[in-house]
Nanobody, 122 residues
Framework: VQLVESGGGSVQHGDSLRLSCAAS????????MGWFRQAPWKEREFVAA????????YVSESVKGRFTISRGNAKNTVFLQMNSVEPDDTAVYYC????????????????WGHGTRVTVSS
């Protein structure tokens, strides 16, 4: 299984950014996907998750109304659309996968990518 994140970079407060995670080696059509982030000197935290058929999705309170998770099933890719970014969004963002959305929302998710860095300056 391989999860490869992309789309990170340096942006300004209020900008938008879209992260992508390309998955291979897993039964994409049946796996839930999640996004997490880890800021400097902080624990890794949940950001968003989406079920295998996109009928359920969750986002953390800290990004609700600004971030949206979606999946492009034709390309085995999950996206994190980040709008109105803030300096507190600065972190390494990780993609995760698991067979249930319950697990994909936790640090116990089965599979992880290596992360993509997002830096938001004020």
């Amino acid at each position: 299984v391989q999860l490869v994140e992309s789309g990170g970079g340096s942006v300004q407060h209020g900008d938008s950014l879209r992260l992508s995670c390309a998955a291979s080696g897993l039964p994409w059509a049946t796996y839930a996907m999640g996004w997490f982030r880890q800021a400097p000197w902080k624990e890794r935290e949940f950001v968003a998750a989406i079920s295998w058929n996109s009928d359920r999705s969750y986002v953390s309170e800290s990004v609700k109304g600004r971030f949206t998770i979606s999946r492009g099933n034709a390309k085995n890719t999950v996206f994190l659309q980040m709008n109105s970014v803030e300096p507190d969004d600065t972190a390494v963002y990780y993609c995760a996968a698991d067979s249930t959305i319950g697990q994909a929302r936790t640090l116990e998710a089965a599979y992880w990518g290596h992360g993509t860095r997002v830096t938001v300056s004020s």
